[in-house]
């Protein structure tokens, strides 16, 4: 069974850049058939989709993001990583990745990350 | 930017009642691209519906989706204690690629 699991630093400096892996266990990230996400949550708020990669390296992001976000694809280590630069209080969310079908739904998700920006 | 609204914002009801979600979209979404998730506190959220109208992998059959165009409708026939949550809808689509609505909370009445 697929299962996505978040990891990275649950507290990050202003300014700085939050760097997240979501590591795929039970198949393999690089299925023709799949895209892999990234989905944030703020606390007590609804869901902002950050972007997406494929296989391949290509992505697309939210444009309201794109200026600062990175997503990247490691298929030796069956990884994915989001890198979002300058953070402010603004980008503290539990930050989640999901596994995103052709018929662009989420349908697998990872348990997320509590990332909190703070000095 | 197409933005969806869920409406109620919360639903009280009780064990057994029929629940009715409203997700009304801005601009015409793609029934293919129509999603449904339940989330429940402390968990990621879980995909229920997807294709406007398609159960996914091992959602009960009290799950239904229907609507098209800018009106999309999540109904839970008969409520069970496990289905008091929030539910998202999210279409696929204009810039931004993916957007979420804000929420319906089904509580307890």
């Known amino acids: 069974q697929l299962q996505l699991q978040e990891s990275g630093p649950g507290l990050v400096k202003p300014s700085e850049t939050l760097s997240l892996t979501c590591t795929v266990s039970g198949g393999s990230i690089s299925s023709s058939s799949y895209y892999w996400g990234w989905i944030r949550q703020p606390p007590g708020k609804g869901l902002e989709w950050i972007g997406n990669v494929y296989y391949s390296g290509s992505t697309d992001y939210n444009p309201s993001l794109k200026s600062r976000v990175t997503i990247s694809v490691d298929t030796s280590k069956n990884q994915f990583s989001l890198r979002l630069s300058s953070v402010t209080a603004a980008d503290t969310a539990v930050y989640y990745c999901?596994?995103?079908?052709?018929?662009?739904?989420?349908?697998?998700w990872g348990q997320g990350t509590m990332v909190t920006v703070s000095s | 930017e197409i933005v969806l609204t869920q409406s109620p914002g919360t639903l009280s009801l009780s064990p057994g009642e029929r629940a009715t979600l409203s997700c009304r979209a801005s601009q015409s979404v793609s029934s293919s691209y129509l999603a449904w998730y339940q989330q429940k506190p402390g968990q990621a959220p879980r995909l229920i519906i997807y294709?406007?109208?398609s159960r996914a992998t091992g959602i009960p059959d009290r799950f239904s989706g229907s609507g098209s165009g800018t009106d999309f409708t999540l109904t839970i026939s008969r409520l069970e204690p496990e289905d008091f949550a929030v539910y998202y809808c999210q279409q696929y689509g204009s810039s931004p690629l993916f957007t979420f609505g804000p929420g319906t909370k089904v509580d307890i009445k």
């Open positions: 294709g406007a109208s």
């Open positions: 999901g596994r995103l079908l052709v018929i662009k739904a989420f349908d697998i």
